[in-house]
């Protein structure tokens, strides 16, 4: 765990599952998110990057939502 | 839907809910075309409204903009809860909310439903998408779904007719129905506000008071302007007492999604899914790494080619007809000031206004339908971090792309950013596109002047040209968005949050209302304005009158005719004396001497008054630069850019010194001014109209003319040191 204490939503492959763990701040931008139905405990899945990696498309609840690489490194996930 | 045309018995229903929930196909199949769209003051959002008649009753209807949320952040979202809680002057109070649920996302749905229903009013809810939540396995039992939240619930499918005419009952019912108790999700909260109610100190409602605490800044400023500093420093206090441990925004979120889960858990079936095979096919080949991007240029070089291309049979006819009518008039009227402000005038500027539709009119069609399969939001989503680049989003592209054929419906195009100051960047970087009306210009000058040599064996230099001032306008573009976000429009980076929609079939009648709405907006909010200066300009031009000028052309042609033998060459020669009757006129006239007035402001770019007055006459348009230049130039207005004649004369064209008035360095600069300056009325009038206020057209305006003279000037004094 020294090496990387948190894995973020961007670190995440297309296909890869995971479960929301945290946020690292609370601002306007993360109420918005959690307004979307990312919240704690939260299960999503990414499932596509756009070209050069950047937004990324994730499932969460029912649907799918793009988001910025630097707004999903706000999104601390557990396995 | 104003407030004087409401009768007694007229219900007024506000229609709310998430985007791409459907809403407006709700909306334009209870209404039909009975609907009329405005702004709402100080905001660049739409205010649409429409009436449905059931027997006697009237159903006056407003749309309340598609929101994720009711915790606003900004103007544009506040306007959503200002039309649920009656504060938009012009509006009627609702007396019933319409929401729409989308029944295959309903979770992210109750949400909001949840913030509409502690507002207070009688609710209706629409349950949309059944048929994709089917597909998906999953069914939602109304019947349950209804005794959850205390409100009626009706399925409605459009396209199969289904629901529409139980939802018509249903919203002139429920007024009548016991109001739904209201469960808060911060019960803590809404204990404590309504204490603060019972005490009298304000005269705000707890849905009202319990968002002023959770949202904080946008909310509670608002709450200031109504009420004293008193009541915000309660608010304020009870926020820091209710927080401890967790922000409340947060625990909002929480609470109402773990509602949200119960009611799911309660009225949700599952079912075997059948998915459509369409859908599968095309999610699974738009989303392919490459078959992705393979479609997108395809659909991408798909839209340019209509607006391009395919509007351009419609607009020679319109130009044709308006030629038409000019010479019909010229025929059966008495040669004079009456006909030319027909001809002239209001034909030439009724044309100037309708050219523009064909090509809002097929974009259109593209923009929603693209945004009504949900293929829209994947574009923005493929493009969006090249958009970065310049400080844009992905959705800027769409409208950027489009400016490339036409401004005008470039900018209306910019509805889809929801970002107020990517929009208003979009909107001021979109004329520097070229557009198809800089081309007979860009053909012209660059036939007249640029040699016909190829470089590197194989690359046509007046090809090149072009190519540059392609490029040329795309840089002052992506400049001027880079640069306006930095200062002008600076602000913290939006979220780009976007929900990409299940991919469905759109809604035929849906997308025609939409369109032609677009259309009409068009005519009535632009047309105004662009047919007023194109009259301005025809007066310009054609007042003051000379009768000197007149008297001594008609003794040439009295003498040309007597003299002659031959018709051909009479007839010739009689052209000829017109079109230098023109000449002289327009000389004289007011245009010609603001084009005399102003030529020391110009004569750094080597122009003279000629090239000045044509370049001041071609502001509204910039493409009636070449039809002053023929009638300047004694060839005739009817001329083409590829004219021999005036390209001719615009090589002989001689200043007092003998030295020839348009050299390279002259015609490059004057591209280079044309390539950047804002020379078309009509887009500054849709400027006007998609911002609301004149603010932005003004400075537009104003940055590209800058612009415009300092690339001129800058071009002809290097071309000329190189020359």
Redesign the interface.
């Known amino acids: 765990m020294a090496k990387s204490p948190t894995r973020t939503l961007a670190d995440l492959k297309p296909g890869e599952n995971g479960v929301v763990a945290g946020f690292a701040r609370?601002d306007?931008?993360?109420?918005?998110?959690?307004?979307?139905?990312v919240?704690?405990d939260t299960p999503l899945q990414v499932?596509?990057r756009?070209?050069?990696s950047?937004?990324i498309?994730i499932r969460v609840?029912?649907?799918?939502?793009?988001?910025?690489r630097d707004?999903a490194d706000r999104i601390n996930i557990r396995d | 839907m104003d407030r004087t045309a409401s009768t007694p018995r007229a219900v007024t229903v506000a229609v709310c809910g998430n985007p791409n929930t459907g809403k407006s196909t709700v909306f334009n199949a209870l209404t039909g075309l009975r609907q009329k769209v405005a702004n709402y003051p100080g905001v660049t959002v739409d205010r649409r409204t429409g009436v449905c008649r059931i027997g006697a009753r009237e159903l006056h209807l407003v749309d309340v903009p598609g929101t994720y949320s009711l915790a606003a952040h900004s103007p544009d979202e506040m306007i959503a809860v200002d039309v649920l809680l009656g504060y938009v002057e012009e509006l009627d109070p609702p007396d019933v909310i319409l929401a729409i649920l989308d029944a295959s996302n309903l979770r992210r749905n109750l949400f909001l439903l949840g913030q509409i229903l502690e507002i207070g009013k009688p609710v209706v809810v629409a349950l949309s998408m059944g048929d994709l939540a089917a597909r998906r396995g999953l069914r939602i039992d109304p019947v349950r779904l209804a005794d959850e939240l205390g409100v009626p619930v009706v399925p409605v499918t459009v396209s199969q007719g289904v629901g529409v005419d139980a939802l018509k009952s249903a919203l002139i019912e429920v007024q009548a129905a016991p109001r739904h108790k209201i469960t808060p999700a911060l019960p803590e909260l809404w204990q404590r506000v309504r204490e603060l109610i019972k005490t009298g100190v304000t005269r705000l409602n707890a849905f009202e008071l319990e968002r002023a605490v959770i949202d904080a800044d946008y909310a509670l400023e608002r709450i200031a302007v109504h009420d004293d500093a008193a009541l915000r420093a309660t608010l304020e206090q009870i926020r820091n007492e209710l927080s401890q441990g967790e922000p409340l925004p947060a625990l909002e979120a929480r609470r109402r999604y773990q509602w949200a889960d119960r009611i799911v858990a309660a009225c949700a079936e599952a079912i075997p899914p059948a998915p459509a095979r369409w859908v599968g096919y095309l999610e699974r080949f738009s989303s392919h790494p490459v078959g992705g991007l393979v479609l997108f240029f395809a659909v991408m070089a798909m839209v340019f080619q209509a607006v391009f291309s395919w509007a351009t049979p419609l607009m020679d006819s319109i130009d044709a007809a308006s030629g038409w009518l000019s010479g019909l008039i010229a025929t059966h009227l008495p040669p004079g000031a009456l006909a030319s402000l027909l001809a002239d005038g209001v034909v030439a500027g009724v044309g100037a206004v309708v050219i523009f539709l064909p090509q809002i009119l097929i974009l259109f069609a593209f923009i929603i339908v693209l945004e009504d399969t949900g293929y829209m939001a994947r574009a923005a989503f493929l493009m969006d971090r090249f958009m970065r680049a310049c400080g844009l989003s992905g959705t800027s592209f769409i409208p950027m792309l489009s400016s490339f054929a036409c401004a005008v419906p470039g900018i209306m195009a910019t509805r889809v950013i929801p970002n107020h100051r990517d929009r208003v960047a979009t909107i001021v970087a979109a004329p520097f596109m070229t557009c198809s009306a800089r081309l007979p210009v860009y053909a012209l000058l660059i036939a007249a002047f640029v040699p016909k040599t190829t470089v590197l064996g194989f690359l046509n230099v007046q090809g090149l040209v072009l190519f540059a001032l392609y490029l040329l306008g795309i840089a002052g573009g992506v400049f001027t968005a880079w640069w306006m976000k930095r200062t002008l429009l600076r602000g913290t980076t939006p979220a780009f949050l976007m929900e990409l929609p299940a991919y469905r079939l759109p809604n035929f009648k849906s997308v025609l209302i939409k369109m032609l709405e677009r259309g009409r907006i068009f005519l009535r909010r632009a047309g105004t304005v662009i047919f007023t200066v194109a009259v301005i300009v025809w007066g310009l031009a054609y007042f003051p009158r000379s009768d000197e000028i007149d008297r001594r052309y008609d003794a040439v042609a009295a003498a040309v005719t007597a003299n002659s033998q031959d018709d051909q060459v009479r007839a010739e020669a009689l052209a000829a004396i017109e079109h230098q009757r023109a000449a002289m006129q327009l000389e004289n006239s007011a245009l010609g001497a603001i084009g005399q007035a102003i030529e020391p402001l110009f004569r750094p770019l080597g122009w003279d008054w000629k090239i000045s007055a044509a370049v001041v006459a071609s502001f509204p348009a910039r493409e009636v630069v070449i039809a002053v230049l023929g009638t300047i130039y004694a060839v005739g207005s009817e001329v083409e850019e590829t004219d021999a004649g005036l390209i001719e004369r615009l090589h002989s064209s001689r200043r007092a010194d003998g030295t020839p008035v348009f050299s390279l360095p002259v015609a490059l600069g004057l591209m280079v001014f044309y390539a950047f300056c804002l020379q078309c009325v009509a887009t500054v009038a849709t400027m006007r109209r998609e911002t609301n206020s004149w603010r932005w057209p003004i400075f537009a305006w104003t940055y590209m003319t800058a612009f415009g003279y300092l690339g001129a000037y800058l071009t002809y004094n290097i071309a000329t040191r190189w020359a």
Do not use: H, N
Request: aromatic share 14%.
């Open positions: 609370y306007a931008m993360t109420y918005r998110i959690m307004q979307l139905g919240l704690e499932l596509r756009a070209p050069f950047d937004p498309e609840k029912d649907y799918s939502l793009s988001l910025r707004e």
